[in-house]
Each structure stands twice: as C-alpha cells, then as structure tokens.
C-alpha cells in the first residue's frame, strides 16, 4: 500500500470543508431567519422581498412593517417598531456607493471607524467617539459613546439601491438583526 503524502490529505480536506457553505457568500440559512418574516416592497415601488424581524426578535418590533415614502421621491424609511428604522435610498446607475460611503467615514475627524464586516457590496462598522481631553486626566474619565452601523448596495433591475442604518446607529444586537435584512434582499420576478 502507498503512503499518500500529508499535504494532499490536508489539501482534500480543506476542500471537502468548503463545499456548500453558501453562507460565506453571503447567503443566509433558514435558521438565521428563523425570527424574520419576508415583506414585499414591491407596493412601495421597490421590487423585492427583504426579511425583516418579527414580533419574535424580541426588540420591540411590531408585527406590521411601516414604509414612509413620498411618491417619485428616492428614499423609504422602513419601519418594524420602535428599534428598527431602516433607510433605502434609490442612486441609479452609481455603482460605487460602498466605496464612497468608506470615503466619507475616513473623513469623519471626531470618530474611530472600525469594520466588523468589510466586503465590496456591504460594510458593517462600530463607530467611537474620540474623546480628545487635558493632559494628564485619567483616560477612565468621561462617557464612551460607541453605536454600530450598516450601510450595503443591491443592484436590482439596473438600479442601485442602498440600505443603510439611522445616522446615529444602534446598538449592535439591532445592527445584526438589521445586517441579515440587507443579505437577503432578492429580487422579485416580473419587475
């Protein structure tokens, strides 16, 4: 019998290990949605289905999803109770909305800008104050002010859509919840 080198036993494991793990792609499971029920937006003149958290999550969310949206306007305000208000801005043909975003957090002079999750579609970021005080004054001094934030593209029938969290973030438990919404938005047959 031969001896089969190690390395190549290594080598086949590792890719027997990746096979079907969708969730690295992005796609989610049945089980992380398990508290989100899907909500059409196509009355709202967004043409997707886009999972949203139910009375389940246990963040106060209701079980009817509120849209504001003035008509030919380009920004919905998305709604599920009062800890998760989620912003989608209509930008066209403009591709590079992440890379922008990641543009204009660089220039932020008063925050420290941490990405949990940095991918080319979708970032998911915790934002700090700086806290600039005298010299001297024991660093425990003060109030840390930390929220986290979500900002991702989707581009659908030609259109590129954002999804974004509230200027002033949230807590990072409504940040996730929100983040799993912004992956599984799909497309809606038949525009």
Known sequence: MKKIPFYFL????LMLGS???DTAAGELTDEE?????GFNMKPYDIPIMIMLPDETANIGAST????????????????????FHMIIDDW?????????????????NFYNIKYLVD???????????KVDGKKGV???IGVEHKTYHVYGQ????????????????????????MAKSIKSVKPLEGK
């Not at 290594?10 to 494991?13: E, G, I, K, L, N």
């Not at 991918?119 to 104050?129: D, N, S």
């Open 19 to 21: 096979c079907g793990d």
């Open 64 to 83: 009817k999803p509120e849209v504001i949206h003035v008509e030919d306007d380009f920004k919905w305000e998305l709604h599920v109770g009062p800890n």
């Open 33 to 37: 949605l398990y508290e989100f029920q």
């Open 119 to 129: 991918e080319p579609e979708f970032i998911l970021y915790e934002q700090t104050l």
């Open 92 to 108: 066209g043909s403009d591709r590079k909305m992440v890379v922008d975003e990641k543009k204009r957090l660089a220039g932020l």
């Open 154 to 177: 989707k581009v659908i029938n030609d259109i590129t859509y954002v999804f974004r969290s509230r200027d002033e973030g949230y807590e990072k438990v409504i940040i996730d919840l």
């Open 138 to 140: 024991s660093k425990k």
């Open 10 to 13: 290594m080598a086949f494991a």
